[in-house]
């Protein structure tokens, strides 16, 4: 029997085959004067806009993308991409793997770095949050398969650049929308935009709620945001953007595989009884100026600030944290020739400070008459400041109308402070400088075609927890994971530019390997234990066909499939070199389509292979593997001139899969109880939708 990888590298041997095939064909496109490459546009970070010159494996997430399902949970729509990986657990805990990067964080997501438009999304203590922006106010995401740091700073496992909704083509226009659904789900928003030709204006605000299907596991979050642009001239604009997020969710936690299989909607018997939850408030705000100082040279300076609030009362402690970053980044960028070779270039600088202080307090829920968490003594009290600035570089050389090279550096300093004011201790420490070249090399048979391979350094900074010993001083052992990635992919246009095709092989080695051990209830203390492996494959197909007159349909097929192990990793005196790596799926496959009619009715069905994945280090434990299947219909039409509507119905998770959406790596036993492993996925669940548009 020919097994899933070897039908999956004869899929992919298919394809490459008939790239010589499809030759001819392209040549005759490019013979059309006519006809034209439609571009995907990218981030300005990058050194071009140009998905096809680009030489990386970039995941592109459009408006349409993003609000395919129910516009609330952004897991599903990240997770259509090959080689990223997003657990969720009732939008409260979530975490982003990409190619294996990240797959172990015990909670929360790091070894990324996120932008929104060109604030940075990443704390100091190197934790990335991109749920708290509502999907409604995004235009566009991209996600950046591997450590590209020459551009983007600290990243293994690479970078995601969020676009912000700006209106555009001056217009005004304002628009209510609801969704409602399974277990309590409501969502309400309210937005306004209005675009002049000396500036712009965005505004929404939003409100989620859900009951949750769990015990403890009710969910509110409202945020307001506000993006534009104003002082626009035909060579310079300035954009500002700014979020609020109030949030408020209770957390039923991980169970074990007894209670998973038999009574998943049940929460931890002592978060249930704590009531345990996390809530905070969060400011998120940047200003951005774009100028052109002649034709051939460009800058553009940001300055952003973003503030935290946060209480977690939980039943060991109820943990209080403040946060307050500010940063700036400036980034020239231009062209030039040398002789009759045309070079264009970016180069920048960017500084990021961040101040962070935590207390805990004792939580007295037991002594509470059933009423959940109470605070009591004060047990711990720290800060830390820590500071970092990257100084970035990139060249992109055009040798020929085929021919291309690009090239990059990064170099990165980073120091911090820490405060224990239980100990009445300070401490200053810095990490050595690091510096990461990227080296491309781009081939274009032709405008509808492009072959790459690149080699680019990354590392990711330990966060705060792993910077500390266990009695809280500054754990001065402890370095940053670097790694070197190789890749080599392709992206092709076929079929009159119906069909787009993207390939990626790459293999990544990890060195230093950061592992956060448990010393107690939440206490972990970091050290480096090896080295990790990650090589893998990945696909994309997507497809557009106009039926007739009446009918078109677009499709999609995703698919990685990856091998992640530990190379060399001794834990405690278990030697684990040679396991899988815990955490995340080797394999993935996600696969859709869309069937439009001219009426405005469509219909959508989704679906979503993962594999099992190792829980532990030791792989005694694994999850099962999962098939998911979601449907929706809708139905766009004018009611009035200028007044649209959009109705749609859908089912998540149709055939009732039992499935673990997020697993808790190396969960520990306590007393005779097996691991808590598990945070079971949905079952089954309805929503409808129903929206106004009105443009004036």
């Not at 217009?171 to 209510?176: E, M, R, T, V």
């Not at 040398?338 to 400070?353: D, L, M, P, S, V």
């Not at 396991?579 to 995340?584: A, H, R």
Request: charged content about 20%; proline content about 3%; overall charge positive.
């Amino acid at each position: 029997m020919i097994s899933k990888k070897h039908c999956f590298f004869l899929f992919v041997f298919f394809i490459f085959k008939n790239i010589s095939a499809q030759e001819k064909e392209s040549k005759t496109i490019d013979s059309l004067k006519t006809e034209k490459l439609n571009e995907i546009v990218i981030s300005s970070l990058h050194i071009n806009n140009n998905l096809l010159n680009t030489p990386a494996s970039i995941g592109i997430l459009s408006k349409k993308d993003l609000l395919q399902n129910n516009t609330t949970d952004i897991s599903t729509v990240i997770n259509t991409i090959p080689g990223v990986f997003m657990q969720s657990s009732n939008f409260t805990t979530t975490r982003i793997s990409i190619r294996g990067i990240g797959a172990r964080t015990t909670y929360g997501t790091n070894k990324i770095r996120a932008f929104y438009g060109s604030i940075p999304l990443t704390s100091g203590n190197s934790e990335t949050v991109i749920d708290d922006i509502d999907l409604e106010n995004l235009n566009q995401i991209e996600i950046i398969k591997g450590p590209l740091s020459s551009v983007y700073g600290a990243g293994l496992g690479g970078a995601i650049l969020i676009s912000p909704q700006l209106s555009k083509n001056g217009n005004q226009s304002a628009g209510i929308s609801s969704v409602f659904g399974s277990f309590g789900l409501l969502k309400n928003s309210l937005n306004f935009g209005l675009d002049e030709k000396s500036g712009s204006l965005n505004i929404s605000y939003h409100n989620l709620k859900t009951d949750g299907w769990r015990e403890n596991s009710a969910y509110n979050r409202e945020g307001i945001t506000l993006a534009g642009e104003l002082f626009r001239k035909k060579n310079s604009k300035l954009t500002y953007f700014s979020n609020y997020t109030y949030l408020k969710a209770f957390i039923p936690s991980s169970i074990n595989k007894t209670t998973f299989e038999n009574n998943p909607q049940s929460g931890a018997p002592t978060w249930v009884a704590s009531k345990g939850y996390k809530e905070y408030k969060s400011t998120l705000g940047g200003l951005a100026y774009d100028f052109s100082i002649n034709q051939n040279l460009k800058n553009s300076t940001s300055v952003f600030i973003n503030y935290k609030d946060s209480n977690e009362p939980r039943p060991f402690d109820i943990l209080r944290q403040y946060t307050f970053a500010t940063g700036a980044r400036t980034q020239f960028s231009g062209d030039f020739k040398i002789g009759k070779i045309k070079n264009n270039f970016i180069a920048g600088i960017e500084y990021f400070t961040d101040t962070y202080k935590g207390n805990t307090f004792e939580n007295l829920y037991q002594q509470n008459n059933g009423l959940g968490s109470l605070q009591g003594d004060q047990l711990t009290e720290t800060g830390q400041k820590r500071h970092f600035y990257n100084i970035f570089s990139q060249l992109r050389t055009l040798l020929s109308e085929q021919f291309e090279i690009q090239a990059g550096l990064n170099y990165n300093k980073t120091k911090f402070n820490l405060d224990n004011y239980s100990e009445n201790t300070n401490q200053d420490y810095s990490y050595d400088g690091i510096f990461s070249p990227q080296l491309s090399f781009l081939f274009k048979p032709n405008s509808l075609k492009t072959i790459y391979f690149s080699v680019s350094r990354g590392f990711s900074l330990p966060a705060t927890e792993e910077t500390l010993t266990s009695d809280g001083t500054i754990n001065t052992d402890i370095k940053p994971e670097n790694g070197y990635n190789f890749e080599i992919g392709g992206k092709f246009y076929f079929f009159n530019k119906n069909l787009y095709t993207e390939i990626a092989v790459y293999r990544m080695e990890i060195k230093d390997l950061l592992v956060a051990k448990r010393v107690g209830d939440d206490q972990y203390v970091g050290l480096n234990a090896g080295k990790t492996f990650h090589e893998g494959i990945e696909i994309t197909l997507n497809h557009n066909w106009s039926i007739n007159r009446f009918f078109s349909l677009n499709s999609y097929l995703s698919g990685s499939l990856g091998n992640y192990e530990f190379k060399e990793f001794v834990d405690s005196g278990n030697d684990y070199s040679g396991n899988k790596l815990t955490g995340v799926a080797a394999n993935k496959i996600n696969a859709g389509f869309t069937l439009n009619t001219n009426l405005g009715l469509y219909f959508t069905a989704d679906y979503q292979f993962v594999d099992k994945i190792p829980m532990n280090d030791a792989n005694t434990s694994f999850s099962n593997s999962y098939n998911i299947i979601n449907l929706k219909s809708g139905y766009r039409f004018e009611i009035l001139p200028k007044l649209m509507t959009h109705f749609a119905t859908g089912i998540n998770n149709v055939t009732n899969t039992k499935y673990a959406s997020l697993i808790l790596p190396n969960g520990v036993a306590v007393g005779n109880a097996a691991p808590r492993y598990y945070y079971p996925g949905l079952p089954i669940n309805y929503y409808g939708t129903i929206s106004l548009n009105y443009l004036f």
